[in-house]
């Protein structure tokens, strides 16, 4: 069985195995098999990456495609667009999205940079708001997007508020790539980062997830104490100095924050 893993990086086979629905728990592995570095896999791929026997992982894409979730060139496997009501569903189902959105637009609009908010989804930021103002980075970034969570500044924004047995499972499960020569990816540097973004209450990352790209993060506090999102603000380095970072945009985003903590 392909186990999945809670946001606590517990393996989800293990909490009580007679609870769980097997062909879910590997039909949703077979769907997360695809990204977008994967977007068209044979079953060969989607056995190889889910730990599933060919026959099940052939099984599991002529169900996904028997649904509309999945279509088949003859050869290779990929997903339509029909998956998106997966994540339409959660995204609906939250208020936060809505009420971030305006003070985002708010900051874009005080700041002439692009703003984004950010939940965290094991070892990825999952994005759940951003009002763009111009394209810095060379992927596009919408609601639904995800990038890792270690070598950005939303994504550390919300570690450093993970407790200390959390973040060394998190560090012992997640594959840290350098992104750009300048990504910090050794685990007791990683912890140490932290402890420094926890301290100070925003995280500065500079060029470590795209050259050329700069950014610095809040997290937001909800009203019962407890982080809901981070926020930040992401820059072109050559336009915007390090200085201006936390001398120019930290102190807008720090007033979002706490604007935002009012109506969470």
């Known amino acids: 069985m392909c186990a999945l893993r809670t946001e606590n990086g517990m393996d989800r086979t ?38 599933l026997t060919r026959a099940a ?48 637009e708010r900051i874009a609009e005080e700041l002439g940079e692009s703003s984004s908010a950010a939940v965290l989804d094991d070892g990825d930021v999952v994005y759940v708001g951003r ?5 810095i980075m060379s992927v596009g970034l919408a609601v639904g997007s995800r990038l890792p969570a270690y070598c950005t500044s939303l994504g550390r924004a919300l570690l450093a508020h993970r407790d200390a047995a959390w973040l060394d499972a998190y560090l012992a499960r997640t594959e840290r790539r350098a992104m750009t020569p300048r990504t910090v990816t050794a685990p007791a540097d990683l912890l140490a980062l932290l402890e420094g973004v926890r301290a100070s ?6 060029e ?15 009203g019962r104490g407890r ?22 945009i930290l102190p807008v985003l720090r007033r979002a924050a706490e604007d935002l903590r009012r109506v969470l």
């Open 14 to 51: 293990t909490t009580s195995d007679r609870d769980l629905v097997g062909g879910l728990q590997n039909g949703l592995a077979v769907i997360e098999a695809f990204d977008d570095t994967r977007p068209r896999l044979s079953i060969s791929d989607v056995a190889q990456v889910t730990g």
């Open 227 to 248: 982080v809901a999102c981070a926020i930040n603000v992401g820059v072109q380095a050559a336009r915007v100095p390090v200085a201006d970072m936390t001398d120019r």
């Open 208 to 222: 470590e997830l795209e050259l050329g790209l700069r950014s610095i993060a809040v997290p937001v506090i909800d």
């Open 201 to 206: 209450g925003y995280s500065l990352v500079d």
């Open 131 to 135: 009002a763009a103002t111009r394209r």
């Open 57 to 104: 992982a052939r099984r599991y894409l002529l169900t996904l495609t028997h649904l509309g979730y999945a279509e088949h060139d003859g050869k290779y496997f990929s997903l339509t667009p029909r998956v998106l009501r997966l994540g339409y569903a959660f995204l609906s189902s939250l208020t936060l999205p809505t009420r971030v959105q305006p003070f985002l």
